[in-house]
């Protein structure tokens, strides 16, 4: 068993408006701006955390973010700065109440076939067993999805020697749906390396479709029963504008870029994704997990902080925004922070658009 690290409370914030200093960050919203919440708790000041991917499991909440620090790595547009090499698990009782940080997760220098950077994760359990899904570079260079195993949420877990075959690209996502079937979604553009694969197949270059063409779609794939290798080939999981027809390239305010997540409200199947460079998080509806899926709207506005990348979780009769900001590194792009607040839906379904951008605190 890893050691436990108990951090106290959620230190819950009202939120600021953006102050002009940082309205940058909002530069690319031209309609209206979200609903400024009540409270927003963050997950722990301890150390940096990012890319939160939350589940209840055994009545609790839990987090699976990917592990920000200083590796002296130069920024780039690929993210190279982005050098994390663990993953810790953090636990609540109650939102608001104690925090647990489960200590050392996974780290890189346990999984045989990794070579560096160790993105957004996710989690997932089938019967007694408990799965870590990672992105990671492989010696190469290229990024593929590995799991790991646990008999506990919390792990320590164990890696495969291998990556899930059939995987490339990064941010995986594992929906259980009603029927017991598990969907892993996965894809992102730029380092993530979306673009470097067509039909399945790595070409090795940056091929982009035309900006009137539609857009780079993620990825969809049935888990075998092992959950450890995929049961079908992936497919696109396509995301359609009002009138049903495929988003485009060029339209950077919808289009998808990384950080796909899907959950189910009322039936319905809600793809929710970050367009990347124009920093939102947007959402898409579908009545099957495959898509396709229809744009609806904004969820959350730009944050602090140049990526924005989220999970969606109901828990004690409500649902749960998690993301990540620059506020605690006083707006380092590679020093982020979690934190979590109420997500609320309207009668129609739709989701009341979040604005949680403030000041950086150092």
């Given amino acids: 068993m890893s050691s436990l690290f108990v951090l106290g409370t959620f230190a819950c914030k009202r939120q600021k408006e953006a102050p002009a200093e940082v309205s940058g960050e909002i530069d690319s919203v031209t309609d209206t701006i979200g609903i400024v919440p009540e409270e927003v708790y963050e997950l722990t000041s301890e150390l940096y955390t990012a890319d939160p991917s939350a589940h209840v499991f055994e009545g609790k909440l839990y987090v699976y973010p990917s592990h920000d620090y200083e590796s002296g790595i130069p920024e780039d547009d690929l993210g190279s ?3 994390m090499e663990d993953y810790h698990v953090f636990s609540m009782d109650t939102v608001g109440g104690t925090v647990t940080d489960h200590g050392l997760a996974l780290h890189i220098k346990d999984v045989p076939w990794a070579g560096r950077q160790m993105w957004a994760p996710d989690a997932a359990k089938k019967g007694d067993e408990y799965f870590l899904y990672f992105p990671v570079k492989d010696k190469e260079d290229v990024f593929h999805i590995g799991v790991a195993k646990s008999d506990n949420p919390e792990g320590p877990f164990k890696a495969m020697d291998t990556p899930i075959e059939g995987t490339y690209s990064m941010d995986p996502s594992v929906l ?6 598990y969907y892993m979604y996965f894809g992102g553009l730029w380092g993530g390396q979306l673009q470097k694969w067509s039909n399945n197949e790595y070409i090795g270059e940056d091929t982009y479709p035309a900006d009137d063409a539609p857009a780079l779609s993620p990825k969809v794939a049935l888990l075998a029963d092992d959950m450890v290798s995929l ?7 396509v995301i359609l504008d009002e009138n049903g027809e495929p988003i485009t390239t060029g339209d950077n305010n ?4 990384e950080a796909a997540w899907v959950h189910r409200y009322n039936g319905k199947y809600y793809l929710s994704y970050s367009t ?8 898409a509806t579908s009545d099957s997990p495959y898509g396709p899926f229809t744009y609806q709207g904004v969820i959350l506005d730009p944050v602090l902080g140049w990526t924005n990348h989220h999970s969606i979780v109901e828990y004690q009769g409500k649902w749960w925004l998690f993301f990540h900001d620059s506020s605690m ?3 380092k792009t590679h020093l ?3 934190k979590m607040t109420e997500l609320t839906y309207n009668p129609d379904g739709t989701i009341q658009r979040i604005n949680a951008l403030v000041e950086p605190t150092e």
Wanted: aromatic fraction near 12%; charged fraction near 40%.
């Fill in 81 to 83: 700065h982005f050098n």
């Fill in 336 to 338: 982020r922070s979690v």
């Fill in 231 to 237: 049961a079908e080939e992936p497919k696109d999981a």
């Fill in 254 to 257: 919808r289009r998808f870029f």
């Fill in 176 to 181: 259980e749906d009603s029927d017991g079937k």
């Fill in 276 to 283: 990347g460079d124009t920093h939102k998080i947007v959402y």
């Fill in 329 to 331: 590194s006083g707006g």
